[in-house]
């Protein structure tokens, strides 16, 4: 029998201001599809009260993570 263990990443985005969001968008929206188009299989969830903020599901671990979204152009806080 394989375990397959789901880890939790936290991020945040190094330039909010960067994006183009009013009050009722969020980013997750598009780190879920710069992850899917890197073929990482994840769960994105915001942050409620930091926009720049959010969560990452999957079975990456955290440098896999990161390294697809900032080829992505999405930059990410140390």
């Known amino acids: ?3 397959v263990e789901n ?3 936290t991020f945040q985005v190094a330039d909010l201001g960067a994006w183009d969001l009013d009050e ?7 780190i879920q599809n710069a992850l899917e188009y890197a ?4 769960v ?5 009260m930091n926009a ?3 969560y990452v599901y999957c ?3 955290e440098a896999t993570v990161r390294e697809a979204l ?3 152009g999405i930059y990410l806080e140390d």
Do not use: C, L, Q, Y
């Open 1 to 3: 029998m394989t375990i």
């Open 7 to 9: 880890h939790k990443h």
């Open 24 to 30: 009722d968008r969020s980013i997750v929206p598009s």
């Open 39 to 42: 073929g990482i299989d994840a």
């Open 44 to 48: 994105v969830d915001g942050e409620e």
């Open 52 to 54: 720049s903020v959010f």
């Open 59 to 61: 079975k990456e671990n």
């Open 70 to 72: 900032e080829s992505d």
